[in-house]
């Protein structure tokens, strides 16, 4: 059934409002959504009847609390298509590809017990990335690497930012332990083909990490079937609240892997000279928890489902391809990624001839359009596409129409309000008839 | 309101300069140069100064960026020609307090010239960078030349200096 879309849009207030005296249109999802009533109400409510520290002491509001964390990681994992004991909370995803890297680092060193082998790396190892990745899962593993006298290697894109399969081929091999990627960009909106990465990992043996963080808010995903061995999630990016991510991870690798950050809560028993630690997720989950945000995100799935991920895909589908064709066909604007008609998410990354990214966004802000300007934390991926920075519109549930049509409209006025070369000399009447002046 | 904010930041003064942009195009052999990036955005620029007989000859710069950074680095070319140490130092100071002032000081077109159709930037703070770097980059550069260190340069614009590659 197609998304109500006025209808939902009343879930989330922070939508109707007026900037610089024009209505809002936010095109800015990809960096952060926005939360309907119900997840900020699971939030407050349990702030307002639960509120107490997880899995300790005997009083009531602390069992009520471990109840609704406990509860929040079950309904998650049922929504990713995994076991509870495989969801790991983080403070965001970026977090959890960080426990992941020192994790295998800790590995690394000969810390854990039997079973720890398969996530050692030492000097002839191979890290695998792929050229457009966000920093986030790029970094850890330039750090790792460097920790561990392994190589960083990677899979570059062609002119389009498509993964270079041939070369895919090449850079997976032998000496790879580590496959890591993007199942979605987050500057280009290109889905990668998952299916055919992982088999060519699992040939060589190598673990796959998937950065789910741009894929999960617009399809519905099971990480057991696409067969990775971990996948992480951001919470704020899918309607959730901030500071709240998840690391899924297989069950008996997690269970195996030694811990990243140690403390309370995460331990069967400790003396003066060493700790023994509990199985996952309990061991990854050191310090008080984020469980509000943790119950702010089980409510921000239920909402999802509510709406049905096939909808939500089937619209957010739609919406990419308004986006990718109404930039296209426009003069002086490049596209970044793939052509019209080619598969992307609801996002879409564009330059502007002659225009910085910087002057783009603030026109749009100007008419009350809200898009990401920058290099999207992929700087990489701008230098192999040719340009030093884009400017971003994305997508979500609530984003109508309208809003596109604005965006498109408005993007069409940049180029003669900055005087680009070649931009029409007749200047459009703008902002109330009057082009701007010296006072 | 800001309606007449955005009018105000985009003044026609500016949006001429980012497309003329006087000085751009570095001239060799500088008597000092410094290379600043601006953390926010990415944006790069490289500026040469030449001074001669107590004046700065000239100040010319190389850089992409945004209309706000590329009309700054223009605007700043036009001023620095011809200023001694003690002017330079005052014109940098003046358009330092115009851009933090939030709107309060419109800046005095004595000392700015055409630099004061910046004004507008100071109501959008996260842009004051942009506005900065060529300044900073100049900053930068007279410091390293005995007799032009302005009293304490100050480099709190969010850029950073780069070491220079080759020392002249």
């Not at chain 1, 943790?294 to 909402?303: C, F, K, P, S």
């Not at chain 2, 001429?16 to 195009?25: M, Y």
Request: hydrophobic content about 40%.
């Amino acid at each position: 059934m197609p998304l109500d879309i006025e209808r939902l849009r009343a879930d989330f207030p922070v939508l109707s409002q007026e900037v610089n005296g024009v209505p809002l249109n936010y095109l800015d999802s990809g960096a952060t959504s926005h939360k309907p009533l119900q997840v900020l109400d699971a939030e407050r409510r349990f702030y307002e009847t639960h509120n107490a520290a997880v899995h300790r002491g005997a009083h009531t509001l602390a069992g009520e609390a471990t109840e609704a964390f406990e509860s929040a990681r079950d309904r998650v994992a049922t929504f990713v298509g995994a076991k509870p004991n495989e969801i790991v909370w983080t403070s965001n995803a970026t977090a959890a590809l960080n426990l992941l890297a020192y994790s295998f680092s800790n590995a690394s060193i000969g810390q854990g017990r039997a079973g720890t082998e398969r996530f050692r790396l030492t000097k002839g190892d191979e890290i695998v990335v792929t050229e457009l990745e966000h920093h986030a899962n790029l970094i850890p593993w330039q750090e790792l690497a460097a920790r561990t006298g392994a190589t960083l290697r990677y899979i570059g894109v062609d002119d389009d930012g498509r993964l270079r399969m041939d070369q895919a081929r090449e850079v997976i091999g032998e000496r790879t332990k580590i496959l890591a990627f993007a199942h979605v960009s987050n500057v280009i909106g290109a889905i990668n083909p998952v299916a055919e990465l992982v088999a060519r990992a699992r040939a060589v043996g190598a673990l796959v990490v998937l950065d789910a963080c741009q894929s999960a808010p617009h399809m519905s995903l099971n990480f057991a079937a696409l067969d990775v061995d971990f996948a992480v999630i951001s919470g704020h990016k899918m309607l959730g609240p901030l500071g709240i991510g998840v690391l899924y991870g297989r069950g008996e690798l997690l269970d195996a892997m030694p811990p990243f950050l140690t403390g309370g809560s995460m331990i069967t028993s400790v003396t003066m000279e060493q700790a023994e630690y509990l199985p996952s997720p309990a061991r990854f989950e050191a310090g008080t928890q984020p469980v509000a945000q943790a119950v702010g995100l089980a409510a921000a799935v239920d909402y999802l489902d509510g709406l049905g991920m096939d909808s939500v895909h089937e619209r957010d589908a739609q919406l990419g391809q308004a986006l990718a064709r109404g930039l296209a066909s426009i003069d002086g604007i490049r596209l970044l990624g793939p052509p019209p008609g080619e598969a992307r998410v609801g996002l879409a990354s564009f330059t502007v001839d002659g225009v910085h990214p910087h002057d783009v966004g603030q026109f749009l802000d100007e008419l009350g359009i809200a898009v990401r300007v920058g290099h999207h934390c992929a700087e990489p991926l701008h230098r192999r596409l040719g340009v030093a920075a884009s400017t971003r519109a994305s997508a979500s549930v609530y984003t109508t129409d309208a809003e596109v049509t604005a965006l498109i409209d408005g993007v069409s006025q940049v180029r003669e309000f900055f005087r680009a070369e070649g931009a029409s000399a007749v200047q459009k009447q703008l902002f109330g008839g009057h082009a701007p002046s010296s006072p | 309101m800001a309606l007449d904010d955005f009018r105000n930041l985009y003044q026609e003064l500016l949006i001429d300069h980012s497309r003329e942009r006087h000085g751009f195009g570095l001239r060799e052999n500088p008597s000092a140069e410094s290379h600043q990036r601006n953390r926010s955005c990415g944006d790069e620029l490289t500026l040469h100064v030449h001074v001669g007989d107590g004046v700065i000859d000239a100040v010319t710069w190389d850089g992409q960026g945004c209309s706000i950074s590329q009309a700054s680095a223009s605007m700043l070319s036009d001023l620095a020609a011809g200023a001694t140490a003690a002017q330079i130092s005052d014109i940098v100071a003046a358009f330092r307090t115009m851009l933090h002032s939030r709107g309060k000081d419109e800046g005095s077109e004595e000392l700015l010239g055409d630099a004061i159709s910046l004004s507008g930037v100071s109501k959008y703070p996260p842009r004051v960078n942009c506005a900065m770097l060529a300044w900073v980059a100049l900053e930068v550069a007279l410091g390293q030349l005995p007799d032009w260190a302005p009293p304490q340069a100050q480099t709190d614009t969010g850029s950073r200096t780069i070491p220079s590659r080759s020392s002249r």
